[in-house]
């Protein structure tokens, strides 16, 4: 039988026969755990339950003789409270009764409980002040201990011994249950037992002693002893199918391993072999290899060694022998690295140069070296090469020099597979604005101009994909946004695989040729318009220095009824009208012949023999000397316009006689508006004293307005810290400002009438008047109500609610208060604005106006209360007229967010100083053009906290 059957079968049957027994212990646990359950949950409590339904019979019972006896409620409230204990008992009793299918007689035990609590209940019915007679008391008592008698021996020789039954079974059954576990348990440990026994017994005789042999063979084998017979082990008798397996496995291997020892004395020939070639590798990349023993700090070098070198094989290699032939510049460097690595095992890797014997020439040498640790980690020797790379460096040197020449005239970059950038050269920087920082990681993409199509940039990528060279003209973008072209060559470096690794791109600029060749294109496009429109518009002939004609365009083929091929070659003589002198032809040859530009106007014949005039300008084209090569005509049709003239000149010299005759009539004329310009004269002065008049009785009127306003210092009496900037566009002015005290506050308004000037002012007297009158004699202090007041007088005084008289006011009041430290303020479209801890915030006017037109569902102005958080805190009050002036750069409005800006950075300073700055704003915005578009009122103030 095989290892994994036997023990699967041996297993598996311990494995069913535990599984039966735990099987059966877990169904005999869960009847014991039943039992209990039942033993604790309901047997317990149902016999509890019938043992105090007994006790409260006795007790209820004698609570109810005592009342009858006695005839006193304490013992009937008794009685009642141990009823309710035996009911819940009762119930108790009936619930855990339910879950006990044994108990019997449980509805006759129930009834007879509840005929006894009825009878208690029929009792206690009665009440204390009813006598009862002796007899009924008699018959009631004697009643009530039947009953309590027959529940008593009912709960002793029913319920009772029925509970105590049912406990009984339920105990022998959990001692079967426990009785069945151990039995279970003994069982399965003794079979367990004999299992167990017979496993080892079989894993001694059929594994344990083949692999003791196996093991003293192996021992053998790693010695590297190996005897022939070990090929041919038999199998022990009593070895399993496994171990017989394994028994011919070894064989097998141990005849491999015979065959693996001839193949290592092959590879070691094969090695050997090898290591010549790679001696003859060493020679050719001129190589050497060496070794130095750290503890004795030997050194052993190979034949190479000695020829980068220049010393003979007999030569005994030391470090300071050979510090003779290093460079002065390079020896403290080569004794240092050397010092490290034998000193402190530190690996390196050096250039120096050396200088070998008879020769004058310094070679350049690379030299590494790495440490060699045994199984101890400990360092054992160094090991490095040696190469000769002084003909690299001459190639790295040219190859230094042709890329110097190369960074100085061209844009070179080279970038990763992806197009990420690896180096760039200053030129690179220098025309694309960025620093080498800048540049180094990033895509190409960066410089992309999004002008040439995605075909171009996808060409672009698989040529070079394939590991050919690219060359194009590519226009790319600056750092500052300016474009710059470069004619690019990106060539792609090849990997042993002929695939591409890396890519250099060296661009030329061809900024200047580009921008050159646009120009140019658009100075052709130019002359070609130029051409379209001068052909469009004018004669063009180009003749010879000779004036034979080489080109006519189709106007002068027009004009002439000459068709081109009857003008190419001829003179211009072939159009003469025969008009003009011969002196004035010869001027004109001689002009041109000159160099000289000609320009007249010139009379032609045509084919059919008709004339027609142009205005000429003949332009020579001159050589490399100054003479003329070619002339060039261009014509303007003038026929027309001289005919114009003829005409004109016929008409002129009939207008000179209407001329005459009309000049006599306005002779007359000017003589009558001579006298009416007398007269004028005398209207105007009259008006002149009529306006003196007026002005005056203004000026006078601006003496009284100002008479009617509150006076400066009158209102710094209360408010010390004041300032009110009063600017009418007029003499007279539509705002003003009032201020009066009532009841230890302070109102102060200022007010924006409707209009300005003469109209203005006459309703800012009313409104001054109307605000003496509300607030002066009708006492009237707060805020809303004064508005409301205000609006109701001025529509009855100017009739509104009669009349189409829409004249009003916007303001802003404030009721100040200084001994609560606040201020009730109402406006009418205009707010209060005041700094708070250096933010500008603003109680916000009504939408209506004092008068005028009123909003529909307009009632009343709302009244705003603002808390004075210090004596700093300042408060501004203004009209429109400051907001809605007119100028600056743009002549735009001064608008009321940049009144507010004024506001911010002004309210800390003195209110003198604010007065200043709001004028000299105003004054600065406004300038020399713009004039005052209205009256301008803005009053500022603090209020001083007591």
Not at 60 to 82: C, E, H, P, T, W
Not at 260 to 282: G, P, T, Y
Not at 909 to 936: I, Y
Request: glycine share 4%; with cysteine.
């Amino acid at each position: 039988m095989g290892i994994n059957k036997f023990f699967r079968l041996s297993f598996g049957g311990m494995a069913i026969a535990l599984m039966i027994a735990g099987s059966i212990v877990y169904w005999q646990s869960m009847q014991l755990r039943q039992d209990v359950k039942q033993l604790v949950n309901v047997a317990e409590p149902l016999e509890d339950a019938v043992f105090k339904i007994d006790v409260l019979s006795f007790k209820m019972s004698d609570a109810v003789k005592m009342r009858a006896y006695f005839q006193q409620a304490s013992y009937g409230d008794s009685a009642l409270n141990i009823r309710k204990d035996m009911v819940n008992q009762l119930t108790r009793f009936q619930q855990f009764a339910a879950k006990n299918n044994t108990i019997n007689n449980q509805s006759n035990f129930i009834k007879v409980c509840q005929g006894f609590v009825g009878l208690v209940d029929t009792i206690l019915q009665k009440p204390v002040a009813d006598s009862l007679s002796q007899a009924e008391a008699k018959r009631l008592i004697l009643r009530l201990n039947q009953q309590q008698q027959a529940l008593h021996q009912m709960i002793n020789s029913r319920v009772q011994p029925a509970i105590q039954q049912q406990n009984q079974q339920i105990f022998r059954h959990a001692q079967f249950s426990s009785v069945t576990i151990g039995l279970v348990v003994l069982g399965s440990l003794f079979c367990l037992g004999i299992g167990i026994f017979w496993v080892s017994r079989y894993v001694r005789y059929s594994i344990i002693e083949a692999l003791l042999e196996l093991n003293e063979v192996s021992k053998q084998l790693a010695k590297g002893v190996y005897a022939k017979r070990w090929g041919n082990l038999p199998v022990p008798a009593k070895a399993n199918k496994e171990m017989a397996q394994l028994f011919r496995s070894f064989n097998r291997m141990a005849s491999g391993l015979h065959v693996f020892i001839k193949q290592q004395k092959k590879n070691n020939a094969q090695l050997s072999e090898i290591n010549q070639s790679f001696v003859k590798a060493q020679k050719i990349a001129q190589m050497g290899s060496w070794e130095i023993d750290l503890k004795t700090q030997k050194i052993h070098w190979d034949e190479q060694m000695y020829k980068i070198y220049g010393l003979p094989n007999s030569f005994k290699v030391t470090i300071d022998a050979l510090k003779q032939q290093v460079h002065p510049k390079d020896a403290p460097k080569v004794l240092s690295k050397v010092k490290h690595l034998v000193e402190h095992h530190a690996p390196y890797k050096l250039e120096y140069r050396i200088t070998p014997p008879n020769s004058d020439k310094w070679h350049f040498l690379h030299s590494e070296a790495e440490v060699i640790y045994d199984e101890k980690q400990q360092p054992v020797k160094a090991i490095g090469i040696t190469q000769d790379i002084s003909h690299l460096k001459r190639a790295k040197g040219l190859l230094e020099s042709y890329r110097k020449i190369l960074d100085n005239a061209a844009i070179v970059a080279t970038t990763d597979m992806q197009g990420d950038i690896t180096y760039v050269n200053d030129k690179f920087c220098e025309i694309s604005q960025y620093s080498r920082e800048e540049l180094m990681g990033q895509n190409h993409r960066l410089l992309k101009s999004d002008v040439h199509p995605s075909a171009l940039y996808q060409n672009l990528w698989q040529t070079i994909s394939r590991g050919e060279v690219w060359n194009g003209e590519l226009k790319n973008r600056a750092k500052d946004g300016s474009f710059y072209w470069v004619n690019a060559t990106i060539m792609p470096f090849l990997d042993e695989k002929n695939k591409p690794y890396m890519y250099m791109a060296v661009r030329f600029d061809i900024t200047l040729q580009k921008n050159f060749e646009t120009r140019l294109k658009q100075q052709v496009l130019e002359l070609n318009d130029y051409k379209f429109a001068l052909d469009a518009a004018a004669i063009v002939a180009m003749t010879d220095v000779k004036g034979k004609i080489t080109y006519v365009n189709d106007k002068f083929c027009e004009i002439s009824q000459y068709h081109r091929e009857e003008l190419m070659g001829q003179d211009h003589r072939l159009l003469n009208s025969g008009e003009h002198p011969p002196e004035f032809i010869r001027d004109m040859w001689v002009t041109i012949a000159n160099g000289k530009e000609w320009r007249n106007e010139f009379k032609n014949r045509a084919k059919d023999g008709s004339f027609y005039w142009v205005d000429t300008t003949i332009v020579p084209f001159l050589n490399d000397i100054g003479k003329p090569y070619m002339y060039l005509a261009i014509r303007f049709d003038i026929t027309h316009k001289k005919k114009l003239e003829e005409d004109l000149r016929s008409y002129q010299a009939h207008l000179e006689d209407k001329v005459k005759a009309r000049t006599l009539e306005l002779e007359n004329e000017r003589n009558r508006v001579k006298e009416m310009n007398e007269e004028l004269v005398t209207q105007n002065e009259l008006i002149a004293d009529k306006n003196k008049s007026i002005t005056d009785s203004i000026e006078y009127a601006v003496k009284i307005q100002e008479a009617t306003l509150p006076q400066i210092n009158t209102m710094k009496a209360d408010l010390p810290e004041l300032f009110i900037l009063y600017k009418p566009r007029d003499i007279v002015s539509g705002d003003f400002y009032w201020f009066s005290t009532l009841e230890n506050k302070v109102v102060i308004a200022a007010v924006d009438c409707t209009g300005h000037g003469v109209p203005g002012a006459f309703m800012s007297m009313i409104g001054n008047q109307l605000l003496h009158d509300i607030v002066n004699e009708q006492r009237m202090i707060a805020p809303d109500a004064i508005l409301n007041e205000l609006n109701a007088k001025i529509r009855v005084a100017l009739q509104q609610d009669e009349l189409d008289n829409q004249d009003g006011m916007d303001m802003a009041l404030c009721v100040i208060d200084k001994q609560h430290r606040q201020i009730e303020f109402a406006g009418a479209k205009n707010p209060l604005v005041y700094l708070h801890n250096g933010e500008l915030q603003q109680a916000k006017g009504d939408r209506s106006s004092i008068g005028g037109y009123q909003r529909a569902g307009f009632e009343s102005f709302t009244n705003h209360t603002v808390r004075i958080s210090s004596s700093n805190q300042t408060f501004y009050m203004f009209s429109d007229g400051y907001q809605d002036q007119m100028g600056g750069k743009r002549g735009r409005k001064f608008m009321r967010k940049r009144l507010y800006e004024t506001f911010e950075n002004i309210h800390d300073k003195p209110m003198s100083e604010q007065h200043q700055a709001l004028d000299k704003t105003f004054n600065d915005w406004r300038g020399n053009t713009c004039e005052q578009l209205d009256d301008v009122l803005v009053v500022g103030f603090r209020v001083p906290l007591v």
